[in-house]
């Protein structure tokens, strides 16, 4: 049995943990030494050693843990967990009452009230993303506790937490319950997406830009030519395609986007011949773009956080800027740049700063005509802002 630790936090912070921040980070607290197993139940306690709350012990890049109770007396059980599962469920009655949409996300880490867990359903499986050995820790509560909530066809896991400096990447991702026949074919608005729970991190579809990929379809794709940059396997693609585009064209450095992105169009009934897919580094591509004279009616930018391609290496807080100007150089007058990011590690005013100095140094006005942040299923809390990662902005380039 791992024993309780006593977390001292420092006198600045402890009005802050009072007021329900979730997560445990190094400046708050003095004794971070005492932490020795992941796992561990810690008691944050203020200078006079009364309790202000507690959580467990998991390293993630973000912190050294989550709060999960102010209540002293609790215990991180099985019915701990289905407490929180089931509430979390609740919120999402509608999503699972949605016949268009069967691929959402059920739990949602911190917003949930379980920081380092986020469960995700695809039509019956529900995938659970562990980020620290510590919330592994309690997996057999956890998985017990979403068994007795939820009628499931299966469930899969990734292990998305840093053991010994090694990603850690199994063979097998199963759990319990029956194995499903991949591709398993969801749907998002009545939209099919084709996804691979067993195969790596990435799963096919980004569940986070559901009311995005939407909005393309239904307000911004009719008649318009569309460029989706860092396409991945095509998800804005094939909506801008239904939606009415005349052409998708698609950038992603990775082999292995062109099948994916072929498979996407092609279960939903979209003659991929007459797509571009392109598998190539974007900022080639614009170079290219660029000689060519070619222009898009719009312009879709979602890059990783931080990338390293064989020359360059991207990373959003450094130059999405320069990302925008190559965007804006090719974009349509009167077109519209979707630019999105999910880096945490900055907010919305400062990438509307990256938006506004890319105009300006382009020489063009532009108006935001739409904004987005995380859907609901992504659930945050309010004491924990940074939890709501995700940026969209839609912004229209005027002409001059
Ligand atoms: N926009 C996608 C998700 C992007 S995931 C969607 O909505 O589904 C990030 C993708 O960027 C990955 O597929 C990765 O292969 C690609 N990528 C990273 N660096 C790149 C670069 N320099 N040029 C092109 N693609 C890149």
């Known amino acids: 049995m791992v024993k309780d630790i006593k977390l001292k936090v420092d006198a600045k912070f402890v009005n802050k943990y009072r007021g329900g921040f979730p997560l445990i980070f190094s400046d708050a607290i003095s004794n ?36 999960l109770s102010k209540n002293e007396q609790e215990t991180f059980d099985k019915k701990f967990f289905k407490n929180k599962i089931t509430a979390a469920l609740s919120r999402r009655a509608n999503l699972f009452a949605d ?36 919330i592994y820790h309690y997996r057999e509560a956890i998985i017990e506790a979403l068994k007795e909530s939820v009628d499931f066809r299966g469930i899969y896991q990734k292990k998305r937490f840093d053991a010994k400096g090694q990603y850690m990447m199994e063979d097998d991702d199963f759990v319990a319950g029956e194995r499903g026949e991949f591709p398993l074919i969801v749907k998002e608005n009545g939209v099919k997406f084709a996804v691979y729970l067993n195969e790596g991190a990435m799963v096919g579809v980004f569940l986070d830009q559901r009311e995005v990929r939407k909005t393309i379809r239904d ?35 990775a082999n292995r986007s062109k099948p994916k992105t072929i498979e996407q169009f092609s279960l939903n009934g979209i003659d991929y011949d007459a797509q571009d897919i392109i598998v190539e580094d974007v900022f080639h591509y614009f170079k290219y773009a660029g000689r060519k004279n070619l222009k898009f009616d719009l312009v879709v930018l979602d890059p990783p956080s931080f990338a390293r391609s064989k020359k360059v290496v991207f990373s959003a807080d450094k130059d999405y800027t320069k990302l925008l100007k190559e965007a804006i150089a090719i974009t349509e007058d009167d077109g519209v740049i979707v630019a999105s990011t999910n880096s945490s590690s900055f907010g919305m005013s400062k990438f509307k700063g990256f938006i506004q100095k890319a105009f300006e140094d382009s020489g ?37």
């Open 32 to 67: 971070l030494k005492d932490l020795k197993e992941e796992g561990s139940v810690v008691k944050l306690v203020d200078e006079k050693n009364a309790f202000i709350a507690k959580g467990y012990y998991g390293k993630q890049n973000k912190g050294y843990g989550w709060i």
């Open 99 to 134: 016949e268009e949409t069967t691929a959402f996300r059920v739990f949602n880490g911190e917003g949930d009230g379980v920081g380092g867990i986020t469960i995700d359903y695809f039509e019956g499986f529900y995938l659970i993303n562990w980020y620290s050995l510590g």
């Open 364 to 400: 063009h006005n532009y108006t935001i005509v739409e904004q987005f942040s995380l859907p609901e299923d992504f659930r945050t809390v309010k004491e924990y802002p940074q939890g709501n990662y995700l940026k969209v902005v839609f912004v229209k380039k005027l002409s001059l």
């Open 219 to 253: 307000k911004y794709a009719k008649g318009k030519t569309v460029l989706n940059t860092f396409s991945y396997t095509g998800a804005f693609s094939v909506f801008a395609a239904l939606g009415g585009a005349t052409k998708t064209t698609s950038v992603d450095l």
